[in-house]
Nanobody
């Protein structure tokens, strides 16, 4: 059973930056992703990274502003968030999957963190 621990959320003004971190405890995964649930909306994918190759994918709404990366030695995945907008306000969740084929599909992820809140004020 993998454990995922997120950190780095907080409040920031529009245009500002935050970096989220997700520490994971297992090597038996092929993809890690960041998802978010905005108030009144369903949880949706933000970005994902292939742990082996480093290949990344992003939702269209965050391309060019958010960057996912990994430190395999430390077993941490990061989400660098720049040029934040009020619509980025959400609870952000880290997830890990053992056999993810489509990183945009939430049901392919096996483990989830507790979430970290990001609030962007305009």
């Amino acid at each position: 059973q993998a454990q995922l621990v997120e950190s780095g959320g907080g409040s920031v003004q529009a245009g500002g930056s935050l970096r989220l971190s997700c520490a994971f405890s297992t090597d038996r995964i092929n993809y890690m992703g960041w998802f978010r649930r905005a108030p009144g909306k369903e949880r949706d994918v933000v970005a994902a990274i292939d742990i082996g190759s480093g290949r990344t994918v992003y939702s269209d709404s965050v391309k060019g502003r958010l960057t996912i990366s990994k430190d395999s030695t430390k077993k941490i995945v990061y989400l660098q968030m720049n040029s934040l907008k009020s619509e980025d306000t959400a609870m952000y969740y880290c997830a890990a999957g053992r056999y993810v084929a489509d990183p945009f599909q939430q049901n392919e992820y096996d483990y989830w963190g507790q979430g970290t809140q990001v609030t962007v004020s305009s």
